[in-house]
């Protein structure tokens, strides 16, 4: 069974910068893309950034700017750095593999903590 595991997640102050990263726990073929969702207390899980195998990046309005997703196909890792962190930036980040069946049918990490607070 292959896992995604997510590491960099934490407490910071509002303006501070994270880096979020995510690796399968073996090679997985066929990876179109990757992404970073995340779920806020009583809110639904949303597309935070995702990027494709061939490095084209997308992102959700409220994180352009701030926010920078990479990736690496040799190594299936993907990583988030997030600079700029506000209170409304707290939540749950979840990393996903899409292998071309749509985010839902791919793989997830468990999800690490970001909060950002004094």
């Known amino acids: 069974q292959v896992q995604l595991v997510e590491s960099g997640g934490g407490l910071v102050q509002p303006g501070g910068s994270l880096r979020l990263s995510c690796r399968t726990s073996?090679?997985?073929?066929?990876?179109?893309?990757m992404g970073w969702y995340r779920q806020a207390p009583g809110q639904r899980r949303e597309l935070v950034a995702s990027i494709t195998s061939g490095g084209r990046p997308d992102y959700v309005d409220s994180v352009k700017g701030r926010f920078t997703i990479s990736n690496d196909n040799n190594t299936n890792a993907v990583h988030l750095q997030m600079n700029n962190l506000n209170p409304e930036d707290t939540a749950v980040y979840y990393c996903?593999?899409?292998?071309?069946?749509?985010?839902?049918?791919?793989?997830w990490g468990k999800g690490v903590q970001v909060t950002v607070s004094t």
């Open positions: 996903n593999a899409d292998l071309g069946f749509g985010a839902l049918n791919g793989y």
């Open positions: 073996r090679r997985i073929a066929g990876i179109t893309a």
